[in-house]
């Protein structure tokens, strides 16, 4: 599977031809997978059908604008980088409505504009530099650390499930997750709770992707609807269950935060020193129950190739 | 291309080192006036005659801020500055050869980050020249706009100017902003530099996440 798609929507389609075949002599490195569709509606078929990483678009398309398909975009791929590559000057942007969007803008006339089209393309796919949520300083080498990890191996899930249901005990809380946090969303590897049924999360909607950035300790959220990170979104991560939230890292043995273990109420409150140090036991103990059943799997089936990308997956 | 590093040796009152080229940091002071003093001198003492420099202001309207910098620095070249002038008294006739882009509102995020794509292109000349930015302030954004739009906005900012081996400060005041804001907003750029006055009434800075600057408060004099 491909791990950087680069979705281009121009009207023209000559234009919109010369442009991507411009883009995979200058971004070959990248070994990117391009689409080219003509309207905004017709590029939303493709965002509904999976994810991409930079969204480039004209600003007039016949249905609609650029910013608007920009903005619809992070609805679907909330990662997803946004590039106006357009002839439409400042002047005649209309960015009412969508004030918060926030995209590159680069004009299609200028000096050398396909390859600084090209530039900023790398910058922020590699990047990831429109994401709405820092990224850890170790990235990639957090992510390369998680993908060796057999997170399907035979009985772990099952024993991180008797661990969340332990946790979600033992704090008397409506919900306990283990999840990995992959590049593009957050995957839930054992839940208690209504997130049982639940498989992965956008990481933009994740506040598990803000407990990874804890240097050393747990992240504790005693108020989504009091808290400037989550504040915006609160009435959806109160419908998910969670008002309040207490996370610890998954850190494992090469020192990479690959992960999370986390409980939450549907309430507001406050936790304990004594509760953030259990949790933070519990997340230990889930780090050891992945590494000795990846080993084991690894023994029985030594890995040989990368895992896929997430990106693409289930959005 | 030409990299921006910020070499602030001819400069000896500001005790930094060279801040390399794709560097942004953040330049943070309850004192946010000297925070903003601060990184005006950095990114015209840091700089040659030559560079281009993007200046966006939320807070202090573009006349007096450029009335800071040639106040804060004799002989100042302002054809080659620009302003992105967010805040709501638009310049009418400026005294100065700046540029100067009036939005009128800090709270259009989309329509700020186009307008420095657009400003940053032109004076990068398509990305081969170097431009140091400083943004006034984003604790001024942040009045206007929420943190999780803001960091896209400041990480985008960010992605251009390491793509193009720029430099860019964002000033801001942390006594502004919940501890969840800040240590927060330190993810977002590469370093943080702080500034604060001590008790004697001299100023102080420190650096962190940036190698070979001072990590313990250190004394400096703003240049007069």
């Known amino acids: 599977m491909a791990d950087t798609r680069i979705l281009c929507v121009e009207p023209d389609e000559s234009t919109r031809a010369a442009v991507i075949d411009e883009l995979q002599t200058n971004l070959a490195a990248l070994d ?31 249905d609609g604008t650029g910013v608007e398909l920009i903005d619809r975009a992070r609805t679907l791929s909330p990662d997803a980088g946004g590039i106006l590559f357009t002839t439409a000057s400042y002047d005649t942007i209309d960015t009412t409505g969508f004030e918060t969007t ?19 393309v790398r910058t922020t796919v590699t990047r990831r530099s429109q994401t709405s949520y820092p990224l850890p300083r170790d990235e990639p080498d957090r992510i390369a650390a998680l993908r060796t990890y057999e997170f399907d191996a035979e009985g772990l899930r099952h024993s991180l499930e008797r661990l969340t249901d332990l946790a979600a005990r033992h704090f008397d809380l409506s919900g306990a997750e283990v999840n990995v946090i992959e590049k593009h969303r957050q995957e839930t590897l054992s839940a208690h709770g209504a997130a049982a049924t639940r498989e992965s999360t956008d990481r933009d909607a994740s506040i598990c992707t803000f407990t990874i950035l804890e240097d050393d300790g747990v992240l504790v959220v005693e108020d989504v609807h009091d808290d400037p990170r989550f504040e915006a979104r609160g009435h959806e991560f109160e419908a998910r269950g969670v008002r309040s939230y207490l996370g610890a890292p998954l850190v494992s043995s090469t020192g990479f935060v690959i992960g999370t273990v986390c409980i939450y109420a549907e309430e507001p409150r406050t936790f304990s020193q ?32 990368t895992e896929p990308d997430d990106a693409g997956g289930d959005t | 291309m030409r ?4 070499d602030m040796s001819p400069q000896r009152s500001i005790p930094l080192n060279e801040i390399p080229p794709g560097t942004t940091l953040f330049v943070a002071g309850a004192a946010v006036d000297k925070a903003r003093a601060l990184a005006l001198s950095l990114l015209f003492a840091g700089s040659t005659a030559d560079d281009p420099l993007l200046l966006t202001t939320i807070e202090t309207p573009s006349e007096a801020l450029l009335t800071q910098c040639d106040r804060l620095h004799s002989n100042v070249e302002f054809t080659r500055v620009a302003v992105i002038d967010c805040t709501d008294q638009p310049p009418e006739d ?57 960091i896209r906005f400041l990480q985008t900012a960010a992605g251009r100017l390491e793509g193009t081996a720029g430099i860019g400060l964002f000033v801001l005041d942390p006594s502004a902003h919940d501890d969840r804001t800040v240590s927060t ?24 996440g940036l190698s070979n600057q001072p990590e313990e408060w250190t004394p400096f004099t703003m240049p007069e």
């Open chain 1, 32 to 62: 990117p997978v391009f689409e080219a569709r003509g309207s905004l509606t017709a590029a939303e078929t493709v965002l509904e059908a999976r994810a991409v990483d930079c969204l480039i678009t004209e600003y007039d398309l016949p």
């Open chain 1, 102 to 120: 926030v995209t590159e803008y680069l004009a299609k006339d200028a000096p050398q504009a396909i390859e600084r089209l090209a530039q900023v």
């Open chain 1, 274 to 305: 004594a509760d953030e140090a259990f949790l933070q036991d519990v997340a230990t103990v889930a780090m050891d129950l992945i590494e000795v059943h990846s080993h084991l799997a690894h023994q029985a089936a030594p890995p040989t190739a």
């Open chain 2, 3 to 6: 990299e921006a590093t910020l």
């Open chain 2, 94 to 150: 400026s005294r100065f050869d700046a540029h100067i882009e009036s939005l009128g509102t800090p709270g259009d995020l989309t329509g700020l980050g186009i307008t420095f794509s657009i400003m940053h292109e032109h004076l990068s000349e398509a990305g081969s020249t170097r431009v140091l930015t400083g943004v006034f302030t984003v604790s001024t954004l942040l009045e206007h706009a929420d943190l999780r739009p803001t």
């Open chain 2, 185 to 208: 907003l330190q993810q977002v750029c590469d370093g943080w530099l702080a500034v604060r006055e001590a008790a004697d009434g001299t100023d102080e800075l420190r650096v962190s």
